[in-house]
């Protein structure tokens, strides 16, 4: 009766043991995955986010983060269109 339990034990132990391995396994490889896959994501929803700006000189849309800002929040695609926009001005 006592050597039934401890071999129930034994096995039960082991049955444990085989378990934590395939949990620490997986969660090895699963980080790795999930983290890139929020990454890509995250850039995704940026890009789509991402408000449009025009060109104060020219009329060009562009992305707000590719465009160039003067101190009235006036857009521009180039520093070149910001001077000529201001030379314009003056
Ligand atoms: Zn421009």
């Known amino acids: 009766m006592i050597v039934r339990l401890i071999v129930f034990i034994a096995i039960f132990a082991i049955g444990w043991w085989l378990y934590r391995q395939f949990i620490m396994f997986k969660s090895r490889q699963s980080p790795a995955t999930s983290e890139k896959t929020e990454k890509t994501k995250a850039s995704k929803e940026e890009d789509k986010q991402e408000s449009m700006v025009r060109c104060e000189q020219c009329q060009t849309f562009m992305p707000r983060s590719h465009a ?22 003056d």
């Open 68 to 89: 160039i800002h003067d101190q009235d929040a006036h857009a521009f695609c180039s520093a070149e269109h910001l001077k000529a926009f201001h030379n314009k001005a």
